[in-house]
């Protein structure tokens, strides 16, 4: 099975605009970027379109040779984000390629437009079509030949009034689904405070983490190109380039920042903007105020989704716990975690991950392979996509309620150091009231717990709660007994003894609000401690 075309493979790293071609819904619309009037097109293509095409073919796309011309470059420039991808081939969607062609009267010309670029001129075709289509399957592929890759893309600027309505049309529509959609709305609201550094600096990063012998999440090598082509290297397919990820940045960044899309169902509706498809080791530069964002992302997220869904017997799984019963590299355990659910059974009893869920998860591989064989192989990680989906925006949605807006990357977010602690307690709080069985990483490790005990809850010179802190970092003014309470659960849950926390709550709950509760109270309120076997105490505010 071809990894490049599963959206379980989506990473938020180097191969996500690969995956993204291969939606046919929405491909070309997905990167639309808010200045409408400029393209990327081939270079040359221009130039050869008003000299050595048939007058006859472009007159029977628009009677003006000029519009003619621009919207046979329009077509092109969707086969651009090709050239930041291993496979040139892209599906172009019919209606998606009529919307952006279209006349006042609706006319259907995106078949003559195709008609003309297949053409060509007398040294061949300026984009070539796959031959493989079948009618009522995928849509066609496209791709631009060598004599019209090889050189690269050009800046265009188009001129036409109807062209530019056409994309304007597209954008608002697209920037109002996006307003409706939570994850969406909350990165239309943190973009204009994302601050990033320049091409000639990501250069420089570039080189040091070359030095620093830095791979990508699926494993390939960071690389500096130096103008060497592919052939150089014996393990070209193992490596990714500095200068060819600079260049996806500029491709995602130089016109301003995609419109955030959300995906249909086959990809459970995860939502793809500029960020998503950017290399990690570039949105790991991101700054916001001059500082940079942290990562918050769940522990080996798919495979506890696959517990939850199919009734596995086994919580919080881990990548490093896998490797271990299962003998395997915790390297290829993680990077076998991207596809082993989206596989086919007989891509799944392939995998080295097969013997483990045999040996210690029998029942749910049952059930799991009758849905397969019932719905298709590709239920399971589209039932994975919704949940992860419902998820993150439960987890987007309250942290917007109290003003915190995070970057999104799938089962992660980005957020500023000051809202890290709230954002990992959300993420926490939430997949568990949705039945998941994980966590956020190295939030329940015992060093840090014991630190945070030690360094109490309130730990600033004015005696502030934690809760009231973060209320007001956060410009809410009030939190409620319930929340406060929730958030010292995932904090402290598992060192607490649950029956001295209940008697607290039962103090306290006749109050709404926190800033209710008499000092009195306050300090009378102590709770249980155990760790590593010794019991001791502690006060719930101080």
């Known amino acids: 099975m071809n990894l490049k075309n599963d959206y379980l493979s989506l990473t938020g790293d180097t191969e996500d605009l690969q995956i993204l071609h ?14 409408v009037n400029s393209i990327w097109i081939p270079k040359k293509m221009e130039t050869n379109l008003r000299k050595h095409v048939s007058e006859e073919l472009l007159k029977a796309i628009d009677p003006d040779i000029d519009v003619a011309v621009e919207k046979c470059l329009l077509v092109a420039s969707n086969l651009a984000s090709t050239h930041y991808t291993d496979d040139r081939w892209k599906h172009l969607n019919s209606k998606i390629l009529h919307e952006q062609t279209k006349n006042k009267d609706n006319t259907f010309v995106y078949p003559r437009i195709i008609e003309a670029l297949l053409a060509g001129t007398s040294t061949g075709a300026m984009i070539e079509v796959d031959g493989r289509y079948v009618k009522g399957g995928h849509s066609r592929k496209y791709r631009l030949p060598d004599s019209y890759f090889k050189p690269g893309l050009t800046d ?50 570039g080189k040091q983490l070359v030095k620093n012998k830095y791979t990508t999440k ?84 798919h495979p506890n989704l696959a517990m939850y869904l199919y009734q596995g017997k086994h919580e919080y799984l881990t990548h490093e716990k896998i490797a271990e019963l299962a003998g395997i590299d915790e390297k290829l355990v993680k990077i076998e975690h991207l596809s082993f659910f989206n596989k086919n059974w007989h891509g799944m009893t392939a995998s080295p991950l097969f013997n483990y869920y045999s040996k210690n998860e029998a029942n749910m591989l049952s059930r799991l392979y009758h849905d397969k064989k019932t719905n298709g192989h590709k239920i399971t990680s589209q039932k994975m996509f919704k949940l992860e989906v419902v998820i993150m925006t439960d987890v987007i949605k309250y942290l917007n309620s109290i003003g915190i807006y995070v970057l999104y990357v799938y089962d ?30 190295d939030t329940s490790a015992k060093n840090e717990v014991e630190c945070a ?90």
């Open 453 to 542: 005990i030690m360094d109490s809850v309130a730990g600033d010179a004015d005696d502030t709660n934690e809760a009231e802190a973060v209320a007001m970092e956060t410009k809410t003014k009030r939190i409620t007994i319930d929340e406060f309470f929730k958030r010292f659960r995932i904090k402290y849950g598992s060192y607490l003894t649950e029956s001295s926390l209940d008697t607290c709550y039962d103090v306290l709950s006749e109050y709404n609000f926190i800033d209710e509760v008499p000092e009195k109270y306050k300090t009378q309120c102590v709770v249980e401690t155990c760790i590593d076997g010794g019991f001791g105490k502690m006060n719930l505010f101080k």
């Open 156 to 205: 265009y600027i188009i001129k036409d009034n109807g062209i530019i309505q056409n994309r304007n049309k597209i954008y608002y529509r697209l920037f109002n689904e996006a307003l409706e959609n939570t994850i969406c709305y909350n990165l239309v609201k943190l973009y204009p405070r994302i601050e990033l550094p320049t091409s000639k600096e990501f250069l420089e990063i």
């Open 218 to 301: 699926k494993g390939k090598i960071l690389t500096m190109r130096n103008k060497h082509d592919n052939s150089y290297w014996a393990d070209a397919d193992n490596r990714r380039f500095v200068e060819d990820h600079i260049k996806i940045f500029e491709y995602l960044t130089n016109r301003g920042f995609m419109i955030p899309v959300a995906g249909d169902h086959k990809s459970g509706g995860r939502v793809v903007d500029s960020f998503t498809l950017m290399p990690a080791w570039i949105r790991n530069e991101i700054t916001i105020d001059g500082k940079k964002l942290v990562e918050c992302d769940y522990r080996a997220l």
């Open 412 to 441: 992660a977010l980005l957020c500023e150091e000051k809202d890290k602690t709230v954002v990992m307690e959300t993420m926490n709080r939430i997949i568990l009231e949705h039945g998941v069985k994980t966590c956020v990483k």
């Open 22 to 35: 291969h939606d046919e819904n929405f491909a070309e619309l997905a990167l639309i970027f808010p200045n």
